[in-house]
């Protein structure tokens, strides 16, 4: 791949907890313009992968860089700013909050200052402040769920709560982002919506990494897929050629 086609570049990375090697010497290149899918066995080390590559945590060795820029050791609003957001596998309490105040809460940070004052301050609000809520509108409309937008964030379903999760990482406008088990726990109906959703946003050109335990549904979403098993990159392919690896197969049925 040349340099202006790769979008994120992770190079041996590593990450460990107190004896536990999480994330070992993990290397690989994410394609501008794909949706690339991340699968491995329970604590292969996903999750851990993501915190390294959007600044939740620093690794102790290896390199990110995002659009060609190093973010190693970056804080995640400085990756987040070069174009890589990122949302959680289990998401954030939002107790208190309607669904649009939800979509504020830091879209372009990723820490979650930016929203307070506009809805606590009672002054005027700041063309930054207002662009930021006509673009929330406009994207709960694009992911049909507008009529949310007034609710209390606590009452949506998990479904409904990954959906707005994805509505506010578009906030950001994103070159990349990160999704963490975007259906895990989410009905059929909602998953296919959320996959339709990272369809739309992929032709109009964000690109995507997606971790997600539903074979089913990363198979058909996703080209090529990274297979990960203890921190460590096993191999990646298209869908037919990780399905029918066999030490696709070992690594799961291994342990
Ligand atoms: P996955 O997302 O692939 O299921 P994780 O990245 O969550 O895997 O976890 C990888 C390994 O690191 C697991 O053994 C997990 O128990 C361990 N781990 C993850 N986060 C922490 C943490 N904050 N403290 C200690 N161990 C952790
Ligand atoms: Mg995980």
């Not at 090697?21 to 993990?26: C, E, L, N, R, S």
């Not at 726990?185 to 109009?204: F, Y």
């Not at 335990?213 to 080209?223: G, K």
């Amino acid at each position: 791949l040349g340099k202006e086609d790769v979008v994120l570049s992770v190079e041996g990375l590593r990450k460990t907890f107190g004896g536990l090697v999480a994330t070992d010497d993990a290397t690989f290149e994410v394609e501008r313009g794909t949706i690339t899918g991340m699968i491995g066995p329970n604590g292969a080390g996903k999750s851990t992968l993501f915190n390294l590559v959007s600044g939740f945590y620093d690794p102790e060795a290896g390199s990110v860089t995002v659009n060609g820029v190093d973010v190693t050791g970056a804080e995640p609003h400085e990756v987040a700013e070069k174009g890589l957001v990122r949302t959680f596998q289990t998401p954030r309490k939002l107790e208190g909050m309607t669904v649009r105040e939800a979509m504020l809460v830091g879209p372009r940070s990723q820490v979650g200052e930016s929203f307070v004052s506009l809805f606590t301050r009672g002054d005027e609000v700041t063309t930054q402040e207002r662009k930021n809520l006509e673009d929330a509108h406009r994207i709960l409309e694009e992911f049909e769920i507008g009529d949310l937008a007034h609710q209390a964030a606590t009452d949506l379903s998990g479904g409904q709560m990954k959906l707005v999760e994805l509505a506010r990482a578009m906030l950001a406008e994103p070159e990349i982002l990160l999704l963490d088990e975007p259906v895990a726990g989410v009905n059929p109906t909602l998953a296919n919506k959320l996959s339709d959703q990272i369809e739309r946003l992929n032709e109009q050109g964000t690109t995507f990494l997606v971790i997600e335990h539903d074979m089913e549904f990363i198979m058909n979403l996703a080209d090529p897929i990274v297979v990960l098993d203890r921190g460590h990159v096993l191999t990646e392919g298209t869908p037919d050629e990780v399905r029918s690896d066999d030490r696709v197969i070992d690594a799961y049925l291994g342990g």
